[in-house]
C-alpha cells in the first residue's frame, strides 16, 4: 500500500512539475496566467490511497506588468476584460494579448490571425454600429470641400488710411495688410483666399477678398468698440468663393470672432478652414478609448471601428483554449461585452502589452519544493522495495 501512495505522490509531482515547466517557459509570453496544480488526497473508504492533481487553476484575474511597445496597434487593459475575437469556425474566444493588425482583405485580426470584434462606426457619425467584424477601408477616403474659415487676428490699432484711397490688390499703398489662407473645393481642389485690410474709419476695418488672384465682389466691414473688441460682424460672414472648374460652387462661413483692435504690431492668431483633399491609407493605429483610426495621405484622421471588451460574472471558470486564449462556459456566465473603461471593462494603454504574470522566484521556490517532494517520495519507494527483498531473502 505504501508504494501505491508514494508512487501516486510522484506522478502528481510530474504533473505539477509540468505546470511549473510551463510556467517558467512562458515568463516572457505576452498575455500568459500561470497555472498552479491543486493537490487533494485519495480515500477507498476509510483507508488513504495516496494524492492526485484534482485540477489545473489559472491565475486570471491576476494582471501581469505593462510593458511598452511603441506599437501602434498594440494595447494592455488595466483592469478587467477581455480582448474577443472570432476564429475561423465562428467561435468567439476571448484573451488580454492585444497585438492587433490589418490583413489584405481589411479586417482587424489578433497575433493569430483571428478577426478582431467591435462596433462599427461610420466616419461622420458619433452612432455605433452592431457588433462585429472590424475592417478598416482600403479605398482613397473623399474629398471634403471647405465649409468653414476662422481668422482671428490683430488689427492695429495704429492704422491709418492707405495713401491710396481706391482699393487695389496690387498696389499696396492702398491696403494695410494682407493674409492669405487655403481652401478646398468639392474635388479636394486647393484654392487661396487672401484677405487685404483696409483702415477705413476711426475703429473700422474694411476686407477685400480674391479667390486664386481673382477679386470677389464681396467685402465686410470690421467694428471694433473702445476697448478694442469687435462688435460687428457678430457672427460669421457666408462668402461665397465662385465655382471653381469641375466643382460644386463654393461658399464659406468666415468667423472673425476673437479679432481685436488693439495698439502695436497686426498679429495672426487662428487661420484655418475645414474640408481636405482627398487621400489614401497609410496607416491605422489604436486610441486610448479603443477606437480604430484610420490615417490617411492627406493627415486626415477618422475613427472606423470601436474594440470591444468582454467581461464575465465568473472569469476564473473560461475554458482554457490555449495558455493566452479562452471559450466562455456555463459556469463562466454570458459574457458582457462594452467599450473600453465602460462599466466593469479597465481602461486601455495603447502602444503597451500586458506581459506574463509568472513570479520566476516564486516558480523556483517551487520547483525545488516538488523536488524534496519527489525525491522523499523515491525514498519510500526504494525503502518499501528494500524491506520486500529483505523479507523475500528471510523466507
Known amino acids: 500500500m505504501s508504494f501505491d501512495i508514494a508512487l501516486s505522490g510522484i506522478q502528481g509531482i ?6 511549473i515547466s510551463s510556467n517558467i517557459a512562458n515568463s516572457s509570453t505576452y498575455g500568459y496566467k500561470s497555472s498552479r496544480a491543486n493537490f487533494s488526497s485519495m480515500y477507498a473508504g476509510t483507508q488513504p490511497t495516496g494524492t492526485e492533481v484534482s485540477s489545473l487553476t ?27 475575437s472570432r476564429d475561423s469556425s465562428g467561435a468567439m474566444l476571448y484573451s488580454r494579448v492585444g497585438i492587433f493588425s490589418v490583413n489584405k482583405d481589411g479586417y482587424v ?19 455605433l454600429g452592431p457588433m462585429g467584424d472590424l475592417t478598416v477601408p482600403t479605398g482613397q477616403i473623399a474629398a471634403q470641400a471647405s465649409t468653414k474659415l476662422q481668422y482671428v487676428g490683430n488689427m492695429s490699432a495704429g492704422w491709418t488710411a492707405p495713401a491710396v484711397a481706391v482699393f487695389d490688390k496690387t498696389d499696396a499703398l492702398s491696403y494695410n495688410s ?24 476711426t475703429n473700422q ?15 465686410t466691414t470690421m467694428d471694433f468698440d473702445t476697448a478694442g473688441q469687435l462688435v460687428n460682424p457678430a457672427a460669421p460672414v ?36 475645414d ?26 484622421k477618422q475613427s472606423v471601428g470601436m474594440l470591444v471588451l468582454a467581461t464575465f460574472p465568473d472569469e476564473q471558470s473560461l475554458v482554457p483554449v490555449s495558455d493566452t486564449s479562452w471559450a466562455a462556459s456555463n459556469a463562466s456566465g454570458t459574457p458582457l461585452y462594452s467599450m473600453a473603461g465602460i462599466g466593469m471593462a479597465g481602461k486601455l494603454t ?16 517551487e520547483l525545488m519544493t516538488s523536488q524534496r517532494n519527489y525525491q522523499a517520495n523515491s525514498k519510500v519507494i526504494s525503502a518499501e522495495s528494500a524491506m520486500m527483498q529483505a523479507l523475500m531473502q528471510a523466507m
Open 205 to 219: 476695418v474694411t476686407v477685400h477678398y480674391t479667390m486664386d488672384g481673382t477679386d470677389l465682389a464681396a467685402t
Open 109 to 127: 485580426v489578433d497575433g493569430f490571425g483571428r478577426r478582431t470584434q467591435g462596433y462599427g462606426v461610420t466616419p461622420g457619425s458619433t452612432a
Open 58 to 84: 489559472q491565475s486570471i484575474g491576476m494582471s501581469g506588468n505593462v510593458s511598452t511597445t511603441g506599437g501602434l496597434m498594440d494595447a494592455a487593459i488595466q483592469g478587467r476584460g477581455f480582448f474577443v
Open 275 to 300: 474640408g481636405y483633399a482627398s487621400g489614401t491609407l497609410t496607416g491605422v493605429q489604436i486610441a486610448e478609448d479603443g477606437a480604430v483610426m484610420a490615417q490617411y495621405s492627406n493627415g486626415q
Open 238 to 273: 457666408a462668402l461665397a468663393l465662385g465655382t471653381p472648374t469641375g466643382a460644386a460652387a463654393l461658399t464659406v462661413n468666415l468667423d472673425y470672432t476673437g479679432t481685436t483692435q488693439f495698439a502695436g504690431d497686426a498679429t495672426t492668431t487662428a487661420n484655418a478652414s
Open 14 to 19: 510530474n504533473k505539477q512539475l509540468d505546470a
Open 350 to 365: 495603447t502602444g503597451a502589452l500586458e506581459q506574463s504574470n509568472v513570479d520566476i522566484t516564486s516558480e523556483l521556490v
Open 178 to 201: 494682407s493674409k492669405t489662407s487655403s481652401v478646398y473645393d468639392s474635388l479636394g481642389n486647393q484654392h487661396s483666399v487672401t484677405q487685404y485690410f483696409v483702415k477705413t474709419a
